[in-house]
């Protein structure tokens, strides 16, 4: 997750996207973090202009997420579809 975080601040958001995406498949989705790399890994994908991605990662916390962030995640995808 601090790669796609330092990505991030150099502007490379794809492959901030892409580092983030890797961190959700590696971290159990039992585990708070797994849901906030999915949501990093969504806007990410968002500021790099591939939607279809963003939308996929959205709709992952939106579908098994919880609290404020499931309900992000929900309006994000909406807004993007």
């Given at each position: 997750?601090?790669?796609?975080?330092?990505?991030?601040?150099?502007?490379?958001?794809?492959?901030?996207?892409?580092?983030?995406?890797?961190?959700?498949?590696?971290?159990?989705?039992?585990?708070?973090?797994?849901?906030?790399?999915?949501?990093?890994?969504?806007?990410?994908?968002?500021?790099a202009g591939?939607?279809?991605?963003?939308?996929?990662?959205?709709?992952?916390?939106?579908?098994?997420?919880?609290?404020?962030?499931?309900?992000?995640?929900?309006?994000?995808?909406?807004?993007?579809?």
């Amino acid at each position: 997750m601090g790669r796609g975080v330092a990505l991030e601040g150099l502007e490379n958001y794809l492959e901030a996207a892409r580092s983030m995406a890797t961190a959700v498949e590696k971290i159990d989705a039992k585990d708070p973090r797994h849901f906030d790399a999915a949501y990093s890994a969504a806007e990410f994908f968002q500021h790099a202009g591939n939607t279809a991605d963003a939308i996929k990662y959205y709709e992952m916390v939106a579908k098994d997420g919880t609290g404020d962030i499931k309900a992000r995640a929900v309006v994000a995808a909406d807004m993007l579809k």
